[in-house]
């Protein structure tokens, strides 16, 4: 399979320092089920053009092959796996060009936050839905389409159409909105993947989505091809948007989880807070906008989860921070239901939408490990308020937001929790409305801020 990118842009060239690949070499990588190659069939000032060109080996991809076995004894070794775009060619593209996807290049930083020129061919990229499908993926991208059918077999034309296409796609952005939109939309074009897929893949989707995929009129289609028809997992990418702005009821401008966590960093600062516990810290969103505080002198976010943690240090970009900067943060592994010496003597803790993934006979654990055993001066704690999911209509009677969610409490259930924890611990407890509210359903997040040793 083959994708080729070119660009105009002058001097063309540019193109080798914002993938980090030079034009003079070729560069061979090695798959779970073949090899890649990168190379640049040209190379002037004036045009250049980058090939990544995958080969599968059908006898790899039978052996890793899961699930049952096909009705067809040759179809494992027989098949379009080597020639049509497909996840493979995703999978390759993320290895290839990671650095790329991230948006950044150490030689050519502002060229690759400017919109460039492109041109993109795929020679057979799969159209299950057919070739306006292609024109309704990429054109509100700002992609000009051409997408040309591959009859089924040139000594008969009379069968008709192949499920393929030659695609030529055209226009003007950064590269590494260029490249998320190929990762996610050639294997939803396929409408297949060659791995298992769970929970990580939201991670996926929403990170290469960022920006564009919550306002993609395709929106539901992306979701459930990306996730392979899996109806648990789109409920869960569902809810991420609606956090975001697919909510009705939204203001036009900052979203949910954008007002969710500029409330928090709000109350933390009137704190007078200086060191910061950011407890469940996922991907760092709270703690990318506390790093530039000058008020916060130390910071420490804890996940459960390694491979968040890893892609959390990616985000803030800490490796690229000045190290007086750098020793400010740190990230590290733990869980909320066991007691952590390093949690203790921080000014102020967080705890952003986090408590409902625990099941609700464990919160005591909880409990008298964030208020008992660490003891901060103000805990600020946000969770969804599950009388307002009634305005989400794509989300069933009874459902949660998602689907790691082993609770979602009413105002009342919320309050009752928080003034009991309030009063067994030694704090005092206030409430806080986060989003627009509902006269009768509420806030979408509601908010606790414990203050220790108050009245």
């Known amino acids: 399979m083959l994708l080729t990118i070119t660009t105009t842009h002058q001097p063309a060239t540019d193109l080798g320092f914002l993938l980090h690949k030079h034009p003079e070499r070729v560069?061979?990588?090695?798959?779970?089920?073949?090899?890649?190659?990168?190379?640049?069939p040209e190379a002037a000032p004036e045009r250049c053009t980058?090939?990544?060109?995958?080969?599968?080996d059908p006898?790899?991809?039978?052996?890793?092959?899961?699930?049952?076995?096909?009705?067809?004894?040759?179809?494992?070794?027989?098949?379009?796996?080597?020639?049509a775009a497909s996840s493979f060619l995703s999978s390759a593209l993320r290895e290839a060009f990671g650095t790329a996807m991230t948006g950044r290049s150490r030689e050519r930083q502002e060229l690759a936050a400017t919109p460039l020129p492109f041109e993109v061919q795929l020679?057979?990229?799969?159209?299950?839905?057919?070739?306006?499908?292609?024109?309704?993926?990429?054109?509100?991208?700002?992609?000009?389409?051409?997408a040309v059918p591959r009859l089924l077999d040139d000594a008969f034309p009379e069968w008709g159409d192949s499920p393929y296409a030659a695609v030529t796609l055209t226009g003007t952005m950064r590269l590494r909105d260029l490249l998320a939109h190929l990762y996610v939309l050639i294997p939803v074009l396929d409408d297949a993947k060659h791995y298992y897929v769970d929970e990580a893949e939201i991670d996926k989707l929403l990170r290469h989505g960022d920006g564009w995929l919550e306002v993609h009129p395709e929106r539901d289609l992306i979701t459930r091809r990306y996730l392979k028809h899996r109806r648990a997992l789109q409920r869960a990418a569902d809810a991420h948007f609606a956090d975001e702005d697919d909510a009705p009821a939204l203001p036009v401008g900052a979203s949910l989880n954008e007002q969710r966590l500029e409330a928090v960093r709000e109350e933390l600062l009137r704190s007078g807070a200086a060191s910061v516990l950011d407890l469940g810290c996922g991907e760092g969103n709270l703690l990318r906008r506390l790093i530039p505080e000058r008020q916060v002198t130390r910071l420490l976010g804890l996940d459960?989860?390694?491979?968040?943690?890893?892609?959390?240090r990616e985000h803030l970009r800490l490796d690229e921070l000045p190290e007086t900067i750098r020793a400010r943060v740190t990230l590290t592994q733990g869980s909320l239901t066991y007691r952590d010496a390093r949690l203790r003597g921080y000014d102020?803790?967080?705890?952003?939408?986090?408590i409902e993934h625990l099941d609700e006979p464990r919160l005591w654990t909880l409990e008298r490990v964030v208020f008992g055993d660490a003891r901060p001066g103000t805990v600020v704690v946000t969770t969804p308020n599950e009388e307002y999911n009634a305005t989400w209509?794509?989300?069933?009677?009874?459902?949660?937001?998602?689907?790691d969610h082993r609770f979602e409490w009413t105002r009342d259930e919320f309050q009752a929790w928080a003034t009991r924890v309030a009063e067994e611990f030694g704090y005092a407890v206030t409430f806080r409305d986060v989003g627009p509210v509902d006269p009768q359903l509420g806030p979408p997040t509601q908010m606790a801020v414990f203050r220790r040793g108050t009245a």
């Open 27 to 40: 560069f061979a990588f090695d798959l779970p089920v073949g090899v890649a190659h990168v190379f640049y």
């Open 50 to 56: 980058v090939a990544l060109l995958v080969e599968v």
């Open 59 to 83: 006898v790899a991809l039978s052996r890793g092959r899961r699930g049952g076995s096909s009705t067809a004894p040759l179809e494992p070794y027989v098949n379009d796996r080597p020639y």
């Open 123 to 146: 020679p057979a990229l799969p159209a299950r839905g057919g070739t306006d499908l292609v024109a309704r993926l990429f054109g509100p991208l700002g992609y000009a389409v051409s």
């Open 304 to 312: 459960v989860s390694p491979r968040v943690l890893a892609r959390a």
């Open 348 to 354: 102020a803790a967080a705890l952003v939408e986090v």
């Open 393 to 403: 209509t794509r989300l069933p009677a009874g459902e949660t937001r998602h689907a």
